[in-house]
């Protein structure tokens, strides 16, 4: 694995650190849920109706309960994660509301649309999760979409997943759902199993959904994603510097919630942070900015000893085009030189954070898998300086037929899916440009995938609970 990247001096790290120290005393946060303001005064935090003025010993005292890494459990053992360290996790777009079809075609984004996705999620290579909300299912009704979310997650994949944190009452319903499928409450405890992403509203604000579903996720043990969406110039100072303390004040105010209602909570620092369009006021995150906004919360999350999550391939274009491309590599290759632990958003986007593409995510998956071998590394072995082969073959000669070729090529030298590297000829005989090819590619792994089976009890355990929560939810 190769060295992580760092873009701030030690004393850069240390001056965001201090002045969000500032801002956490001097100016507070809002928290719009009572049971979180209790928390805090329990605590010893000064509470002024919603507004919470945070001690900083408390805050620092609060980072240190917050684990260097955990493992998150998945229903076939061989997918656990262990999310920290060097460790890095690819794993689908989150919270669209629209898919644009290979034509261009923008339109809602469906059940049978998540469904998909899970699947493809399920079957890549260089995915390690399938999702949360991966596509908002507008054919669902809203009451019961994270039961129906969560139920795809589970029977299309086996591997790890993410779950509802849209308020208390649905978390509680996706955590009971996992307990179900582990074998209880008290297991997945002991090994979490599923992790769920929880937004402040900048500036400085947690809504009642937002911290009821953060308390919910840490009283049962489960791990969470506190990130920040900061828009630099809009919800954020036009500072690079100014909205990178801001984000910090709101995720670790959050990070210090979790702790105090369940110490040793496991926690991931994360930032969704980008850039205003002062033209149009339009979000924007397939930019530089938002990069190093990725590449100052990698830096943040080792300072504080807490692993870290950020979008992966990012674009605001509306079709899978060029823009699409040189700006998801960006992001998603910048993800991994600066050692993001959690990547969201790896594969699909299109349209700032607000709609997904099958072609899209096909593509980014093979960027994915680029960027995985990137990061491997070169191998400085004795064998891999290969100088036994180099002395037999000699001057002129190829290297083709040795053995150390059969052995290295496929450990060493990356096949691609889905880019192309025909021959002149073979490739105006294929007749597919890289649309098309990825057109067909998830078109082909859906044909032909098929869900890893579910325990049979479990399947009607998950499936009677939902009906019971459906009647309620719905009457």
């Known amino acids: 694995m190769l060295p992580k990247l760092d873009v701030l001096s030690p004393e850069q790290v240390e001056a965001i650190h201090e002045h969000t120290m500032k801002i956490l005393e001097e100016v507070g946060l809002d928290f719009l849920y009572e049971p979180a303001l209790e928390v805090f005064k329990a605590h010893g935090q000064r509470v002024e109706g919603n507004r919470v003025y945070f001690d900083r010993g408390f805050i620092e005292e609060q980072i240190k309960k917050a684990p260097s890494q955990f493992t998150l459990h998945a229903r076939n053992p061989e997918n656990d994660l262990v999310c920290g360290g060097d460790n890095i996790i690819f794993m689908p777009g989150y919270g669209v509301s629209f898919i644009y079809e290979a034509d261009g075609t923008r339109r809602d984004s469906v059940m049978e649309d998540y469904d998909n996705f899970v699947k493809l999620a399920g079957a890549s290579e260089n995915l390690h999760m399938t999702g949360g909300n991966i ?75 937002m911290a009821g579903s953060l308390m919910a996720y840490a009283e049962a043990g489960q791990p969470v994603v506190i990130a920040a969406l900061v828009m630099a110039g809009s919800s954020g100072p036009a500072s690079i510097a100014g909205s990178l303390s801001l984000q910090n004040a709101e995720v670790l105010a959050g990070i210090a919630l ?36 990725t590449s100052v919360c990698a830096q943040m999350g080792r300072h504080y000893g807490i692993p870290t999550r950020s979008g992966g391939g990012l674009t605001d274009s509306k079709v899978v085009d060029a823009q699409a491309g040189y700006e998801s590599m960006m992001t998603l290759m910048n993800a991994g030189v600066t050692g993001i632990n959690y990547v969201l958003h790896t594969a699909g986007i299109l349209e700032g954070y607000m709609a997904m593409s099958y072609e899209k995510f096909i593509v980014d998956d093979e ?32 290297f083709l037929a040795q053995k150390h070729t059969r052995k290295y090529y496929p450990i060493e ?55 019971k929560r459906t009647a309620e939810l719905t009457k």
């Not at 978390?171 to 599923?194: N, Q, R, S």
């Not at 620092?269 to 205003?276: E, P, Q, R």
């Not at 071998?373 to 001057?395: H, N, T």
């Open 367 to 398: 960027i994915a898998g680029m960027v995985l071998r990137y990061l491997k590394g070169i191998d400085f072995s004795e064998e891999a300086f290969a100088f036994d082969v180099i002395k037999k073959v000699g001057p002129g000669e190829h």
């Open 258 to 293: 979790a702790q105090c209602v369940n110490p040793g909570t496991p926690v991931v620092y994360g930032s969704s942070s980008a850039i205003t369009d002062m033209k149009t006021g339009a979000l924007c995150i397939g930019n530089p900015e938002c990069a190093l906004f």
């Open 135 to 209: 596509a908002d299912p507008s054919d669902i009704t809203e009451e019961i979409r994270h039961l129906k979310m969560l139920y795809s997650s589970i029977k299309n994949s086996d591997k790890c997943f993410m779950g509802s944190a849209s308020n208390r009452e649905r978390a509680e319903d996706v955590i009971e759902m996992t307990a179900i499928l582990f074998g209880g409450k008290e297991v997945i405890k002991e090994k979490p199993a599923i992790i769920c992403l929880i937004n402040s509203i900048t500036p400085l604000k947690f809504d009642d959904y």
């Open 413 to 467: 030298l990356r096949d691609a899916d889905l880019s192309d590297r025909l021959p002149y000829t073979d490739w105006v005989k294929a007749g597919l440009d890289t649309l098309q090819r990825a057109n067909k590619q998830w078109q082909d792994v859906l044909d032909n995938y098929e869900p890893p089976e579910l325990d049979t009890a479990v399947d009607e355990a998950l499936q009677k609970f939902m009906e």
